[in-house]
């Protein structure tokens, strides 16, 4: 081998090293942030934790009950009304490919999902919680909806668009109506991807605060009054994690693991689903 | 055929009548008495919604806490800066507003209606700093004060501080000054005491809730410059007198108008707040004349209508409130001390409830 | 028999073309939700297009108090501290794609780092927030303490920081995605020729994806000017101009999560919708010419 052939190879091994020692680097602020929560908040995890709420301020103990019982709250309804509009929505899209309706909606889901998370807390005080004169979860719920639907939409689209025509075409070969074709056929064959899809959503909008801000707002007890102001993790951990209070920073961490968690355990639960009814044909 | 169209429908309805249901089922959920759920099919439970002051966040939950154990009340008070409460109140998204710094022209005109200002407590806004190295307490000046709120002071040890503060080592450590990022009473109170002490202060950056600030960093609510100066060496900044002595904080004595240097306390507050109060309660503390007084403390006001009709609220809703105010301003008050808030003086309580008497339900006394 | 017939076969085309206008009312509801955001943001604004025009965009001081509002702060801030996260993440994410989408395309090593990057992704932003206030922040001030800066900790490096490794994953997924995309016989090609892994990736792969690539970026710049909670607990929230990179600042984002709920005054509230409008704006434009670059590129 000649030098220059040497030295081309060299660089080529170094360079793949350096490629490798760069991707490996994001490991270390995951498993840091993972690490600190952890060892954090793992010390604060209690059933005394998880079933009271805060005491006043300055005082030692109580626990975070009521933005967990409003996280949940809050997440669930906003799921509520996004996943079947959301599915619908991505239905009509995969359907109707070419028209001018789709090519305009799939904009507008485009805009959606582009819209800063911040932007849609104004938008939806504007639209909710000034008229109705009261801050409420439900109105952070439908912020949080606006977020979700843009993803539950895309996943629907893209699992839908895998399947054969051949499928929808025997089911209304046998006479099916074609609502029974999309809603018992099409649909389950695709759960899979939409289920992914909407799991993905739930985990990126269960720990969002800016839209939040403007609407749930925040409630030291616990309350299931969705027209009420509510209490939810992110928003406690903002508000807490920002404080001099080193009672308030435990709090906060604990609340940091159960989040984690909660998100954690959601990604890895469609990375699962996927794994195992991948939609193949 | 009957039964796919059910199906359909019940799809399509699904979501729609989940919504429905978890809306209306959850709408009893606050009520703990059977008699209330009858009485109020609407939103009307039993919780209240303030929102505003940071400054007398500390003491409003352990007043709301109490106040739940005693009536079953919930009173939901998110501490959001009082210029946030002003706004709350204006946009009629909460039940009651704090405020430490009273309603000002533009305000009061966009409010549209009268509002009360009912005096909670009086406090003491104390610089609060983070220097390890210092045991001592600092004394200031309020030229200092200013000067370092201008950045014209950048370091500790610069001689204007060292003169104050004889006897004391000065680490050389730049000054990191802490502010408000949000609207702020608290800010209210610091920049209008500076104000009037400093000439300079007064033609530039002047007194607000919300100022621009020349220098330093931004902290949102009294938690967050808390939290500031906590985390940051060589730090400075203003904060009720609750958050720094919760937090172990060091925090400055402050040279007063008759000359001497006054630890803030709730003696040295009251000492300030013992002047009788005009009818409406509006009044500055700052830059007061007594000899033993804290230049820089302030009343909270609790903000509500005096019309208390509005928008369709319940007369319930209404006494609630009203009551609500009643007890912090009597039974309430004996929390204040050992919360470091200066409770009111008995000349003040008797003006604060001619306040609160004066509030109205549809015409007729609300109390 | 035929009454009945009839009767049935209007039902279920009844119901069948509720379906239809079901679905077609759902897409047209994404354009209205879309088109009504839009415009409550436009109408909330005009105030301040009215009373500040350009001067909004040029004017460097926002002071309540005396009702001036100039949002060039925020939108420096804005900008500096998303492209600085941007020139940050670059390596980063664009080695995970080379590595994953070149070097190591299967085994479990490879999995390992996709599902890590997948939950780089996944962490909330007020966890990065939280978390870099408490281990961010004093690593930047003793950084700041050697270099001679005033060690605030907080401010638009610290910022970019955190911003940086919550963006990396998007750029990174993407730019895998667009590797594996390039045609095996046009590298397969090079290689025949004598080429090394490196000169391959150096000058097939790379000019073959260049345009993917920036698209990736663009998505993630879109994503770094839109985030809040992480950057305001640790850019310092300050209105005044940032001289350096230490300086603290403001963005767009976090005054408005600072300030909208208490702007008591119209022109105040107009000022800061004003800034979500843009911010709305520019992060709209950026992602839709990143996708539109994707979706040019994927057709190819």
């Known amino acids: 081998m000649n030098k220059r052939l040497q030295l081309r190879l060299a660089t080529s091994k170094v360079f793949e090293y350096f490629i490798m020692l760069l991707a490996f680097l994001i490991t270390i602020p995951l498993f840091a942030i993972i690490y600190y929560v952890l060892k954090t908040g793992l010390s604060k995890l209690s059933w005394h934790f998880i079933t009271n709420i805060p005491k006043p301020v300055g005082e030692i103990g109580g626990g975070i009950a009521n933005a967990l019982a409003g996280s949940l709250l809050i997440v669930l309804v906003a799921a509520v009304i996004a996943v079947p509009i959301g599915i619908l929505c991505g239905v009509y899209l995969s359907e109707n490919r070419n028209s001018k309706l789709a090519y305009w909606s799939r904009l507008a889901v485009d805009v959606m999902q582009g819209t800063p998370s911040i932007v849609i807390g104004i938008v939806i005080y504007f639209w909710i919680v000034k008229p109705s004169g009261s801050f409420s979860a439900i109105s952070g719920s439908i912020a949080l909806a606006i977020m979700m639907l843009p993803i539950v939409i895309r996943s629907t689209e893209e699992t839908l668009k895998l399947l054969p025509s051949s499928l929808k075409e025997a089911g209304l070969a046998l006479g099916l109506p074609y609502h029974k074709v999309i809603l018992r056929v099409i649909i389950p064959c695709g759960i899979s991807g939409i289920l992914s899809g909407v799991m993905l959503a739930v985990a990126r909008i269960a720990g969002e605060t800016a839209p939040l801000l403007f609407t749930a707002f925040g409630n030291p007890y616990l309350t299931t009054n969705v027209l009420k102001p509510m209490q939810s993790l992110p928003l406690l951990i903002f508000n807490y994690a920002t404080s001099p209070y080193d009672e308030w920073h435990d709090l906060a961490w604990g609340a940091s693991l159960i989040l984690l968690i909660w998100v954690l355990l959601l990604n890895i639960t469609t990375k699962l689903i996927t794994r195992k009814w991948k939609v193949q044909f | 055929m009957n039964l796919i169209g059910l199906k359909i429908k019940n799809f399509l309805l699904a979501g729609l009548s989940f919504m429905a249901i978890s809306l209306v089922a959850c709408n009893g959920g606050d009520n703990n008495t059977p008699g209330q759920m009858a009485n109020n099919a609407s939103s009307d439970d039993n919780t209240l919604l303030g929102a505003g002051s940071t400054f007398v966040y500390p003491l409003f939950s352990k007043l709301f806490s109490e106040y739940n154990k005693v009536t079953g009340l919930r009173v939901n008070y998110q501490s959001i800066g009082s210029g946030g409460g002003i706004l709350q109140l204006t946009n009629k998204t909460v039940d009651f507003g704090d405020s430490d710094a009273p309603l000002n022209e533009e305000q009061t005109q966009k409010i549209g209606a009268p509002v009360l200002h009912i005096p909670m407590c009086s406090g003491a806004v104390v610089l609060s700093y983070n220097l390890s190295s210092v045991t001592d307490t600092l004394k200031l000046t309020p030229d200092i004060i200013a000067n370092i709120f201008l950045g014209k002071i950048k370091s500790w040890n610069d001689p204007q501080i060292a003169a104050a503060n004889k006897g004391v080592t000065l680490p050389n450590t730049k000054i990191v000054v802490a502010h408000r990022s949000d609207g702020s009473g608290t800010t209210n109170i610091f920049t209008t005491y500076l104000s009037k002490v400093n000439a300079e202060w007064n033609t530039k950056p002047g007194a607000g809730s919300s100022i621009n600030w020349p220098v330093g960093l931004g902290g949102k609510g009294n938690e967050g410059v808390a939290g500031l100066i906590k985390q940051t060496p060589g730090a400075i900044g203003y904060i009720e007198l609750a958050y720094a002595a919760q937090n172990k904080m060091a925090f400055a004595k402050i040279q007063n108008k008759a000359g001497n240097f006054i630890t803030p306390s709730v003696t040295t507050t009251s000492a300030a707040g013992n002047i009788q109060l005009p009818a409406d309660a509006k009044v500055s503390l700052t830059n007061t004349d007594a000899a033993d007084g804290y230049p820089i403390s302030g009343f909270t006001w609790a903000l509500i209508y005096k019309e208390q009709g509005y928008n369709n609220r319940s007369q319930d809703r209404s006494n609630k409130l009203v009551k609500l105010l009643w007890w912090n301003i009597h039974e309430g008050q004996k929390y204040c001390e050992g919360l470091n808030y200066a409770p009111l003086s008995p000349s003040a309580v008797a003006v604060a409830e001619s306040i609160l008497k004066s509030a109205t339900y549809k015409g007729k006394p609300a109390m | 028999m035929d009454v009945v017939k009839k009767v049935f076969s209007y039902r279920k085309i009844r119901t069948e073309t509720a379906f239809k206008r079901f679905l077609v009312f759902t897409a047209i509801a994404m354009m209205v939700i879309a088109i009504a955001i839009f415009l409550t943001?436009?109408?909330?604004?005009?105030?301040?297009?009215?009373?500040?025009?350009?001067?909004?965009?040029?004017?460097?001081?926002?002071?309540?108090?005396?009702?001036?509002?100039?949002?060039?702060?925020?939108?420096?801030?804005?900008?500096?501290?998303?492209?600085?996260?941007?020139?940050?993440?670059?390596?980063?994410?664009?080695?995970?794609?080379?590595?994953?989408?070149?070097?190591?395309?299967?085994?479990?090593?490879?999995?390992?780092?996709?599902?890590?990057?997948?939950?780089?992704?996944?962490?909330?932003?007020?966890?990065?927030?939280?978390?870099?206030?408490?281990?961010?922040?004093?690593?930047?001030?003793?950084?700041?303490?050697?270099?001679?800066?005033?060690?605030?900790?907080?401010?638009?490096?610290?910022?970019?920081?955190?911003?940086?490794?919550?963006?990396?994953?998007?750029?990174?997924?993407?730019?895998?995605?667009?590797?594996?995309?390039?045609?095996?016989?046009?590298?397969?090609?090079?290689?025949?020729?004598?080429?090394?892994?490196?000169?391959?990736?150096?000058?097939?792969?790379?000019?073959?994806?260049?345009?993917?690539?920036?698209?990736?970026?663009?998505?993630?710049?879109?994503?770094?000017?839109?985030?809040?909670?992480?950057?305001?607990?640790?850019?310092?929230?300050?209105?005044?101009?940032?001289?350096?990179?230490?300086?603290?600042?403001?963005?767009?984002?976090?005054?408005?999560?600072?300030?909208?709920?208490?702007?008591?005054?119209?022109?105040?509230?107009?000022?800061?919708?004003?800034?979500?409008?843009?911010?709305?704006?520019?992060?709209?434009?950026?992602?839709?010419?990143?996708?539109?670059?994707?979706?040019?590129?994927?057709?190819?």
């Open chain 3, 41 to 300: 943001l436009v109408i909330h604004s005009i105030p301040s297009f009215q009373s500040l025009g350009t001067r909004y965009f040029f004017g460097t001081t926002w002071d309540p108090v005396s009702n001036v509002y100039g949002a060039l702060p925020f939108l420096l801030g804005t900008l500096i501290t998303s492209f600085l996260a941007l020139l940050i993440s670059i390596p980063f994410s664009y080695a995970i794609a080379i590595y994953l989408g070149e070097y190591q395309t299967k085994g479990w090593l490879s999995e390992l780092l996709k599902n890590i990057v997948e939950l780089v992704a996944a962490v909330p932003s007020v966890i990065y927030g939280f978390w870099a206030l408490v281990v961010l922040v004093p690593m930047v001030r003793s950084l700041e303490v050697k270099v001679g800066a005033a060690p605030y900790g907080v401010g638009i490096l610290t910022a970019s920081l955190v911003l940086a490794i919550m963006i990396i994953p998007y750029a990174a997924s993407l730019g895998r995605e667009l590797i594996r995309l390039v045609p095996s016989d046009l590298k397969e090609g090079a290689y025949s020729l004598g080429a090394t892994r490196f000169e391959v990736l150096r000058h097939v792969i790379l000019p073959q994806t260049k345009s993917g690539l920036f698209a990736g970026l663009l998505l993630s710049l879109g994503r770094a000017l839109g985030e809040t909670m992480a950057v305001t607990m640790v850019i310092g929230n300050t209105s005044i101009l940032p001289d350096s990179i230490f300086s603290p600042a403001n963005t767009m984002a976090s005054v408005i999560a600072n300030e909208f709920t208490e702007a008591d005054r119209t022109l105040y509230l107009s000022a800061l919708i004003e800034l979500g409008l843009v911010l709305f704006i520019v992060t709209v434009v950026i992602n839709i010419i990143g996708k539109l670059i994707i979706k040019r590129f994927s057709n190819e």
